[in-house]
């Protein structure tokens, strides 16, 4: 079984700020089941293997938290030009490496734009390829509307200019 847990919190010079702590449990979506499926097998139907978990998205949107999610609801540019974000860290906190645990953060200039602040709702968990045509094929980081492999959904956090975005998301395997 899978099974993650995931931590959000907004810092502000160095400090987190009070009452902007998000966890929970998240729900691992019928692509990243059938992306585990597929690291597990000899490939069948289709050319390569699938890439690595690695990159996070956000977005203002918000959708019921079920396995069928196979998007943002609009994606949210973290930096003009690109609405997913390469992880910074990865940690294996049990041993044996039964779980994986995935951070990053979006700086104070990132997920703004300067205009207003954005209200984070929604977090996805996205690998580095995507299937097309049955095809495996790179990300692209640039289009908000690839598949996520685990999604979680939460009472909004306030982005602005001020404050950084800090994200772990663990998975879990039981």
């Known amino acids: 079984m899978v099974e993650a847990n995931i931590e959000l919190w907004l810092t502000e010079r160095g400090k987190i700020v009070p009452g902007s702590r998000r966890e ?5 979506t019928l692509t990243g089941r059938e992306y585990l499926a597929q690291i597990m097998s000899p490939a ?10 690695n990159y ?11 396995a069928s999610v196979d998007q943002l609801a609009a994606g949210l540019l973290y930096t003009p030009g690109a609405y997913l974000k390469a992880i910074t860290g990865v940690i294996f906190p049990t041993s044996p490496a039964t779980s994986a ?14 205009l207003a602040p954005k209200e984070v ?5 996205f690998t580095s390829d995507t299937w097309s045509g049955g095809v495996l094929v790179p990300m692209p980081t640039s289009t908000p509307n690839q598949a996520p492999v685990a999604y979680k959904t939460f009472e909004p956090l306030t982005k602005t200019e001020q404050f950084r975005l800090s994200v772990r998301w663990e998975v879990r395997f039981r």
């Open 24 to 28: 929970g449990h998240n729900v691992w």
């Open 56 to 66: 996070m998205g956000v977005d203002e949107g918000s959708q019921p938290e079920v």
């Open 101 to 114: 645990a995935f951070t990053i953060e979006f700086t104070e200039l990132e997920i703004n734009d300067g």
């Open 121 to 125: 709702r929604e977090i996805g968990l």
């Open 44 to 53: 069948l139907g289709w050319s390569g293997r699938p890439g690595k978990v």
